[in-house]
């Protein structure tokens, strides 16, 4: 009789092994999606696109932190020209940046270093998942568990897109810290390490420098940490406190660096987030020394309410202040800064892919509670806890964290697979991952989303600007990548600090009838050319100026200029005369 192979030994894959065929699986994935179109960063056999208008924001001011030896004021005179922006992305993407521009630097050649390193950052990043599973999630899971996860991670297309080539922003970085956390915090629980949870405390510290939106990141560990007290575990609020300590440390340092003690900057790491993390700390600390649980939830509870009082956007929508004209012309247009909507056949796809592997991954967390015995189940409180929390905060909040539940969910469904494999072998493996290769092969088989604005070429044929340039007045959204290929200042950028140039942009192209008011706000901005893309217009009411340009009918004051027939096919270009 053939010899049963033993449950420990299913899914075992050296480790060598594992890296070779994670590493290749991810790279086929990312040249599959180049070549394929779907994500076009190619054109003519040449990498020349960055993926988004963001990408482009940082690789500007890396080449001026390239070219300058240090990081700067953070200020980029090219966008709101003339009065310049203050980008409110802080610096953590940028010291990886650029630590991976002098990786690149010996093989770029003629090409910018810089823009060499924004086409490699993404896939960078997405290789990093390895030895958060192979090194990290050791003791939590098993060789083929850890491949499994490696894999499910490459095959969710809400996540992947945060990755591939031309990807120059802080999402992967997110989504890895993220991960990071979840991992952490899952050693933490079930090793009862303090260690791993002031890790877990440093990793959401520097999602929260990185950006804001981190905060949400926070709240399944500390419900998990509190749940497990609630139930009598008194060593739990132990590792809150040392993730909370850790946390607040890397809040110090950061709002140290970003210099934003004086302020309370919703849109970038502040006293504010110092705030909370000190009141996270204290509520550990109290909880620590007083097993009162009533004390502390009270105490808790009010700090809470007083922070929500004094900024109640921390918690909420930051964004609910904006200019009315910046939400419609910016928020509305990029469509993820509201819940996930369930009501269109688009919404129902996205849920399927981003929210596909959360069910699954909490009714394991649920049987594991029911059969684990008890001193696993910290981490399965966690994992049920976390997807939940974040599935909430998806339909609720902001569809924008759905690469947050993918993070969270794939250990416990990493760990259901080889559950399943125990039994069922591959059938029940494969069976498992159904929804993970239905994602990857919707993406693949997706068509390219439209002819892309040829902006390289027509950066070549407007060539570089002298150092006081003009400034060229374009569609928000083609802001970014004109300054960054022209050096021409613009107006327009879609970022939250910049309401001053949206605000003046939508007001330029919206004008029906060009009178003083029109032109000295022209002037004001030294407004010398006007490029509009056939392919991506701006919103344009009939008989507004972008209307009026696009259909070649141009006002007193707007000379066209004539364009080689591929970029006129593309592009309408004019001079302005006051």
Same mark, same amino acid.
């Given at each position: 009789?053939?010899?049963?192979?033993?449950?420990?030994?299913?899914?075992?894959?050296?480790? &060598?092994?594992?890296?070779?065929?994670?590493?290749?699986?991810?790279?086929?994935?990312?040249?599959?999606?180049?070549?394929?179109?779907?994500?076009?960063?190619?054109?003519?056999?040449?990498?020349?696109?960055?993926?988004? /208008?963001?990408?482009?924001?940082?690789?500007?001011?890396?080449?001026?932190?390239?070219?300058?030896?240090?990081?700067?004021?953070?200020?980029?005179?090219?966008?709101?020209?003339?009065?310049?922006?203050?980008?409110?992305?802080?610096?953590?993407?940028?010291?990886?940046?650029?630590?991976?521009?002098?990786?690149?630097?010996p093989f770029a050649g003629t090409q910018s270093p810089v823009f060499l390193a924004g086409m490699a950052f993404g896939p960078f990043l997405h290789l990093a998942v390895l030895p958060l599973f192979l090194w990290a999630a050791r003791p939590i899971l098993s060789p083929g568990a850890r491949l499994a996860a490696c894999l499910i991670f490459l095959l969710q297309p809400v996540t992947t897109?945060?990755?591939?080539?031309?990807?120059?922003?802080?999402?992967?970085?997110?989504?890895?810290?993220?991960?990071?956390?979840?991992?952490?915090?899952?050693?933490?629980?079930?090793?009862?390490?303090?260690?791993?949870? *002031?890790?877990? %405390?440093?990793?959401?510290?520097?999602?929260?420098?990185?950006? /804001?939106?981190?905060?949400?990141? &926070?709240?399944?560990?500390?419900?998990?940490? %509190?749940?497990?007290?609630?139930? +009598?575990?008194?060593?739990?609020?132990?590792?809150?406190?040392?993730?909370?300590?850790?946390?607040?440390?890397?809040?110090?340092?950061?709002?140290?660096?970003?210099?934003?003690?004086?302020?309370?900057?919703?849109?970038?790491?502040?006293?504010?987030?110092?705030?909370?993390?000190?009141?996270?700390?204290?509520?550990?600390?109290? #909880?620590?020394?007083?097993?009162?649980?009533?004390?502390?939830?009270?105490?808790? #509870?009010?700090?809470?309410?007083?922070?929500?009082?004094?900024?109640?956007?921390?918690?909420?929508?930051?964004?609910?202040?904006?200019?009315?004209?910046?939400?419609?012309?910016?928020?509305?247009?990029? %469509?993820?800064? +509201?819940?996930?909507?369930? #009501?269109?056949?688009? +919404?129902?796809?996205?849920?399927?892919?981003?929210?596909?592997?959360? $069910?699954?991954?909490?009714?394991?967390?649920?049987?594991a509670l029911w059969r684990r015995p008890a001193p696993q189940q910290g981490r399965h409180v966690f994992a049920l806890l976390s997807v939940a929390v974040l599935v909430a905060y998806v339909l609720l909040g902001k569809a924008r964290g759905l690469h947050y539940v993918t993070c969270f969910a794939l250990l416990p469904w990493a760990e259901c697979l080889m559950a399943l494999a125990v039994?069922?072998?591959?059938?029940?493996?494969?069976?498992?991952?159904?929804?993970?290769?239905?994602?990857?092969?919707?993406?693949? #088989?997706?068509? /390219?989303?439209?002819?892309?604005?040829?902006?390289?070429?027509? *950066?070549?044929?407007?060539?570089?600007? @002298?150092?006081?340039?003009?400034?060229?007045?374009?569609?928000?959204?083609?802001? @970014?990548?004109?300054?960054?290929?022209?050096?021409?200042?613009?107006?327009?950028?879609?970022?939250?600090?910049?309401?001053? %140039?949206?605000?003046?942009?939508?007001?330029?192209?919206?004008?029906?009838?060009?009178? /003083?008011?029109?032109?000295?706000?022209?002037?004001?901005?030294?407004?010398?050319? $006007?490029?509009?893309?056939?392919?991506?217009?701006?919103?344009?009411?009939?008989?507004?100026? *972008?209307?009026?340009?696009?259909?070649?009918?141009? @006002?007193?004051?707007f000379t066209p200029v004539p364009l080689p027939p591929d970029l006129a096919a593309a592009f309408v270009l004019y001079g302005v005369q006051p």
């Amino acid at each position: 009789m053939m010899k049963r192979s033993s449950p420990s030994r299913i899914g075992h894959i050296p480790a &060598l092994g594992t890296v070779v065929l994670v590493i290749a699986a991810y790279l086929g994935l990312h040249a599959a999606l180049v070549l394929s179109g779907v994500v076009p960063a190619l054109v003519d056999g040449q990498l020349v696109n960055l993926s988004d /208008p963001d990408s482009y924001a940082r690789a500007l001011r890396l080449e001026r932190y390239w070219r300058d030896g240090h990081l700067g004021d953070g200020i980029e005179k090219l966008i709101n020209a003339p009065y310049g922006m203050a980008l409110h992305w802080t610096r953590v993407v940028d010291v990886v940046a650029l630590a991976l521009t002098a990786l690149v630097q010996p093989f770029a050649g003629t090409q910018s270093p810089v823009f060499l390193a924004g086409m490699a950052f993404g896939p960078f990043l997405h290789l990093a998942v390895l030895p958060l599973f192979l090194w990290a999630a050791r003791p939590i899971l098993s060789p083929g568990a850890r491949l499994a996860a490696c894999l499910i991670f490459l095959l969710q297309p809400v996540t992947t897109f945060n990755f591939v080539v031309g990807t120059l922003d802080h999402h992967g970085l997110m989504a890895l810290l993220a991960l990071a956390i979840a991992i952490f915090t899952a050693r933490a629980l079930s090793h009862d390490r303090l260690a791993w949870a *002031a890790a877990a %405390g440093g990793a959401g510290g520097l999602a929260v420098w990185l950006s /804001p939106e981190g905060i949400v990141l &926070l709240v399944p560990v500390l419900a998990a940490f %509190g749940v497990l007290w609630l139930r +009598g575990d008194r060593r739990a609020m132990n590792g809150a406190l040392a993730f909370s300590l850790t946390h607040l440390a890397i809040i110090a340092v950061a709002v140290t660096v970003e210099g934003q003690w004086p302020v309370m900057d919703l849109y970038k790491v502040s006293q504010i987030h110092a705030v909370l993390a000190a009141l996270m700390t204290g509520t550990a600390a109290l #909880a620590v020394i007083s097993q009162n649980r009533l004390v502390v939830c009270v105490a808790g #509870a009010l700090g809470l309410a007083g922070l929500w009082r004094l900024c109640p956007g921390l918690f909420a929508d930051p964004q609910i202040t904006l200019d009315p004209v910046v939400r419609q012309t910016m928020i509305d247009a990029v %469509g993820v800064e +509201g819940p996930l909507s369930l #009501a269109t056949p688009s +919404g129902r796809q996205t849920a399927l892919l981003g929210l596909g592997i959360a $069910v699954p991954a909490m009714a394991f967390s649920l049987w594991a509670l029911w059969r684990r015995p008890a001193p696993q189940q910290g981490r399965h409180v966690f994992a049920l806890l976390s997807v939940a929390v974040l599935v909430a905060y998806v339909l609720l909040g902001k569809a924008r964290g759905l690469h947050y539940v993918t993070c969270f969910a794939l250990l416990p469904w990493a760990e259901c697979l080889m559950a399943l494999a125990v039994r069922r072998k591959v059938l029940a493996v494969m069976a498992g991952c159904a929804q993970s290769v239905l994602g990857g092969a919707l993406v693949l #088989a997706a068509e /390219p989303s439209g002819p892309v604005c040829p902006t390289a070429a027509l *950066a070549r044929h407007l060539g570089r600007a @002298p150092v006081a340039g003009p400034v060229i007045l374009a569609d928000l959204f083609a802001g @970014p990548e004109l300054a960054y290929r022209t050096g021409y200042g613009v107006l327009g950028a879609p970022y939250d600090q910049n309401v001053a %140039g949206i605000t003046d942009t939508a007001r330029l192209f919206g004008a029906h009838g060009l009178g /003083p008011e029109f032109w000295r706000l022209m002037a004001q901005r030294q407004v010398r050319a $006007v490029v509009l893309c056939r392919f991506d217009p701006p919103q344009a009411p009939p008989g507004s100026l *972008a209307a009026r340009l696009l259909a070649g009918d141009a @006002p007193a004051g707007f000379t066209p200029v004539p364009l080689p027939p591929d970029l006129a096919a593309a592009f309408v270009l004019y001079g302005v005369q006051p």
